[in-house]
Nanobody, 115 residues
Framework: QVQLVESGGGLVQPGGSLRLSCTAS????????MSWYRQAPGKQRELVAA???????NYAASVTGRFTISRDVAKNTVDLQMNSWKPEETAVYYC?????????WGQGTQVTVSS
């Protein structure tokens, strides 16, 4: 059983910064990749950023240059540093470790972008 604890969500102003953190109960090296997804009201869940076991990163085109995914192996955490927020990025953000063929999901953390 994989336990995930997400933190860091909340209210952020447009153009502001926020950092999300996901802590896993297993070594993050045990996963093929760890990702962050988001789901806005009435929309499908979409990939925001991912980091593989080999530390390769990839980002959704809409966040490239503004968001940075990183990991701390010793702490089993994956963070998402997010800058220059846009109002349309209000969503629930989910941590997603993947160990093929299984995806694990956190409970999600709400981020609201509003002035």
């Amino acid at each position: 059983q994989v336990q995930l604890v997400e933190s860091g969500g909340g209210l952020v102003q447009p153009g502001g910064s926020l950092r999300l953190s996901c802590t896993a109960s297993h070594s993050i090296f045990s996963f093929d990749a760890m990702s962050w997804y988001r789901q806005a009201p009435g929309k499908q869940r979409e990939l925001v950023a991912a980091i593989t076991r080999g530390a390769t990163t990839n980002y959704a085109a809409s966040v490239t240059g503004r968001f940075t995914i990183s990991r701390d192996v010793a702490k089993n955490t994956v963070d998402l540093q997010m800058n220059s927020w846009k109002p349309e990025e209000t969503a629930v953000y989910y941590c997603n470790p993947r160990r093929a063929p299984t995806d694990y999901w956190g409970q999600g953390t709400q981020v609201t972008v509003s002035s």
